[in-house]
Antibody, heavy 120, light 108 residues
Framework: QVQLVESGGGVVQPGRSLRLSCVAS????????MHWVRQAPGKGLEWVAV????????YYADSVKGRFSISRDNPKNTLYLQMNSLRAEDTAVYYC?????????????WGHGTLVTVSS | SYVLTQSPSVSVAPGQTAAITCGGN??????VHWSRQKPGQAPVLVVY???DRPSGIPERFSGSNSGNTATLTISRVEAGDEADYYC???????????FGGGTKLTVL
């Protein structure tokens, strides 16, 4: 069955960097767009970034643009999120999600998330 | 940027019908998707493309979309349906996913 497993979260000081990974199983990554979505404690879902199925295009939420970078390794069935210049407001559970194309990439399966805490 | 508006909460008695709405400018021209999130769990897609259900989602879950409002309808509500429900769309102008603020469904 479809599984997405995130890792790489933890406690990090403001201004530092962190790299998240998301390993997919039960399906091949290559035909799908892939998203990162986050959820701050007690808050709603916030979309972070998307990468096209072949890595040809990527888009970011304004709140992370210029600081975060999404990438993928299709042969390894793995998605990444490089997070630089982290801020306290980046504290959240980060989910990766598979994207299906239907007038745009919509998330259909989600991982269980990895918690990132930005604190001094 | 495109904005989706959801009521913060909806309450319904077991066995009744819950309607959760999602408002957006001309949302009827977009494909609307709904995800459910139970406490401490990852979101799960329950309706996609306005009204289709993924495999494993009961027929009690249905969706509609017209004009400026999309609606997720849950018939014969059960205690296990208690969760946060999020509508989301793809904004083709920005190539972003947009989420509504979420609606907490409480089963009385």
């Amino acid at each position: 069955q479809v599984q997405l497993v995130e890792s790489g979260g933890g406690v990090v000081q403001p201004g530092r960097s962190l790299r998240l990974s998301c390993v997919a199983s039960g399906f091949t990554l290559s035909p799908y767009g892939m998203h990162w979505v986050r959820q701050a404690p007690g808050k709603g879902l916030e979309w972070v970034a998307v990468m096209w199925y072949d890595g040809s295009d990527e888009y970011y939420a304004d709140s992370v643009k210029g600081r975060f970078s999404i990438s993928r390794d299709n042969p390894k069935n793995t998605l990444y999120l490089q997070m630089n210049s982290l801020r306290a407001e980046d504290t959240a559970v980060y989910y990766c999600a598979r994207g299906v194309y239907s007038n745009g990439w919509y998330p259909d399966y989600w991982g269980h998330g990895t918690l990132v805490t930005v604190s001094s | 940027s495109y904005v989706l508006t959801q009521s913060p909460s909806v309450s319904v008695a077991p066995g009744q019908t819950a309607a959760i709405t999602c408002g957006g400018n001309n949302i009827g021209s977009k494909s609307v998707h709904w995800s459910r999130q139970k406490p401490g769990q990852a979101p799960v897609l329950v309706v996609y493309d306005d009204s289709d259900r993924p495999s494993g989602i009961p027929e009690r879950f249905s969706g509609s979309n017209s004009g400026n409002t999309a609606t997720l309808t849950i018939s014969r509500v059960e205690a296990g349906d208690e969760a946060d429900y999020y509508c989301h769309v793809w904004d083709s102008r920005s190539n972003h996913v947009v989420f509504g603020g979420g609606t907490k469904l409480t089963v009385l």
